[in-house]
């Protein structure tokens, strides 16, 4: 595989990685009571978030000028592992036998595709 292809491929992983991450600071809002709309919407933690989103739309905009866009798909299904992480580390939430085994399908899709490819 080229170097360049890597490059681009680690830069759609980072735009996952910071969308993921965006999406734990919107829960976080979420979970708070504000007093009004505006605060609710226009606070500290939602404006990151989607500032972050943004972010990880330009990174994932560079990386699709490079990487083919079936390798695209499947570094975006890595953010079903971030996610998992988040809500295990941050939220505590349990992880259940259907969860484990989305995940797992997820795995042998991403290595069906870097096998196969």
Known sequence: MDLTVVKYA???LIG????????VLLKKSA???YDSAI???LNLFVILAYAMFAGATLLSITAYQKIP????????TTGY??????GITVFKEKVNIRRLLALGMIVTGILIYAICG
């Open 81 to 86: 592992f971030y996610v998992t992480f988040f």
């Open 16 to 23: 996952v990685l910071i969308s993921a991450i965006s999406q």
């Open 69 to 76: 866009l079936s390798m695209g798909a499947v570094m975006e």
């Open 31 to 33: 979970m708070k009571n």
């Open 10 to 12: 680690c830069i759609s």
């Open 39 to 41: 605060q609710e919407y």
